[in-house]
C-alpha cells in the first residue's frame, strides 16, 4: 500500500527527508473548562535532511501541538507522519529512535549527576552499554567537568545543555528542541546555539521552534511559519528573505524637523532620533522617486541609507499583519451584507 514514507521523487528514487508530514490535524477534545480546539489544520511540512529548520509561530500557533505528535506525546487526529523512513503509525518505535527532543517544559531529575542521568536515559532507550557514549556527549555539550555534579548545582543553561544531552542518548539522527532558550540569557543562548550548530555539523538535522526571530534568521537555514494552525510559509531562509517587497529608506536630515512631513504617495515616519523612515515596495517605486519628494518637502539630506526587510518584518506580516487583513475584509463583509 501507498504510504507517505514511500512516496517517490519524480525520478522513481525515494525521498531524503528528515520529516515528511501531510495533511496532518489536532484537535483537542473539549474539556469542563475549554470548548474543543482545532490545534493543527491538517498541516503538510517537509524537514530536508541535514537542515536546521525553524518552526516560528505565534504563542498558540500549534508548534508544540505538531512536535508532540512527532515525539509521540499527542495523538494527532489525521494525516501522515514519515520520520526517517519509518511511519509514525506503522513504525512508532524506530520512528521514534529516529528522534531525540528537548521539551519546552523544563524538568530535571535533581538526584542524579549529568552521567547518571544519561546514563538512565539511554538504559529507557535500551541502548547496551558498550554503545553509551555519556562522556563524549557531555563534552559536546560542554558538561565533561559537570559530569559528577549534582544537577542542582548546575545553572540553568546547563540544565538545558543537559536536556540536550539527554534527548541525544540513542544518538538520533534528528534532534528537536521545543522553545529551548524561553528565559535564557543571552549569553547562555549563544553557548547553547553553539553546541546545536556543532552537532548539526556533526551531521544532525535540528528542529527547533523559538520566538527570537534574530535568532532564528542567524542559525536556520529552512524556515516555516504557522499560524492559527496553518503553514503559511516553508522554504529556505534565503528565499524567504527575498521574498518581501519591502524595503525602507533611512534619511538623515541637514536641519532637525520639528513635524513628519508630507511626501505623499510615500509615507513616511519620523523617529525621536531626527531620522526619516520611508517604507516601500521595490517593484513600485525607486529610491530616487521618494528623494525627489524629500527635495520638493524642501529637506536636505544629510544622510542616507536603505533598509532590507528583515525576518522580523516578515513574521509579522505573514501572521498578525494577515489577522488584521482577515478582520478588516470580515468587518467590510459584515458592511456589506448589512447595506444588502
Ligand atoms: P504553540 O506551541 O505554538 O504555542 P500549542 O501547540 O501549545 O501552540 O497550542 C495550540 C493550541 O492548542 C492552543 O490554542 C492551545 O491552547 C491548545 N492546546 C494545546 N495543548 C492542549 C491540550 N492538551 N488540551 C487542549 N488544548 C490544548
Ligand atoms: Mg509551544
Keep these: 500500500m501507498k504510504d507517505i514514507c514511500s512516496d517517490k521523487r519524480e525520478d522513481g528514487s525515494p525521498q531524503e527527508w528528515a520529516i515528511a508530514a501531510k495533511g496532518v490535524s489536532k484537535t483537542y477534545a473539549a474539556s469542563k473548562k475549554a ?3 482545532e490545534a493543527l489544520k491538517g498541516i503538510d511540512l517537509f524537514v530536508p535532511r541535514g537542515s536546521i529548520f525553524g518552526l516560528l509561530g505565534p504563542n498558540g500557533a500549534g508548534k508544540s501541538t ?14 501522515e507522519v514519515c520520520i526517517w523512513g ?47 557514549r555519556s562522556m563524549e556527549i557531555l563534552q559536546a555539550l560542554g558538561l565533561e567537568d559537570k559530569a559528577d555534579a549534582y544537577v542542582r548545582q548546575l545553572s540553568g543553561g546547563m540544565k538545558r545543555r543537559l536536556l540536550v544531552a539527554k534527548a541525544m542518548v540513542h544518538n538520533p539522527p534528528i534532534l528537536i528542541l521545543d522553545e529551548p532558550t524561553a528565559g535564557v540569557d543571552i549569553e547562555l543562548r549563544k553557548q547553547l546555539w553553539e553546541h546545536v550548530v556543532d552537532l548539526n555539523r556533526r551531521g544532525v538535522t535540528i ?26 510559509t516553508s522554504r529556505p531562509k534565503s528565499e524567504l528573505l527575498g521574498s518581501l517587497d519591502m524595503k525602507t529608506l533611512m534619511v538623515v536630515p ?15 515616519e519620523l523617529k525621536e532620533d531626527g531620522r526619516l523612515y520611508v517604507t516601500y515596495k521595490p517593484s513600485e517605486s525607486r529610491v530616487g522617486d521618494i528623494l525627489a519628494r ?43 451584507t448589512a447595506k444588502v
Design 35 to 37: 470548548p474543543a480546539k
Design 66 to 79: 505538531f512536535i508532540n505528535i512527532l515525539a509521540g506525546m499527542v495523538t494527532k487526529s489525521s494525516g
Design 86 to 132: 519509518f511511519d509514525i503509525d506503522k513504525n512508532p518505535r524506530q520512528a521514534r529512535a529516529a528522534i531525540g527532543v528537548v521539551p519546552q517544559e523544563l524538568s530535571t531529575d535533581v538526584f542524579f549527576t549529568p552521567k547518571e542521568s544519561l546514563e538512565i536515559q539511554a538504559g529507557l532507550y535500551g541502548v547496551p552499554k558498550a554503545e553509551r
Design 207 to 232: 528542529i527547533l521552534t523559538t520566538h527570537y526571530l534574530e535568532e532564528a534568521e542567524e542559525l536556520c537555514d529552512h524556515i516555516a511559519i504557522i499560524n492559527h494552525g496553518d503553514v503559511v
Design 254 to 268: 541637514d536641519n532637525p524637523l520639528d513635524a513628519v512631513p508630507d511626501l505623499s504617495p510615500f509615507s513616511a
Design 294 to 336: 524629500i527635495n520638493e518637502a524642501g529637506i536636505r539630506v544629510k544622510d542616507l541609507s536603505t533598509v532590507e526587510a528583515d525576518l522580523e518584518d516578515i513574521f509579522l506580516q505573514m501572521t498578525y499583519g494577515a489577522d488584521r487583513i482577515a478582520q478588516e475584509r470580515a468587518a467590510q463583509e459584515k458592511v456589506t
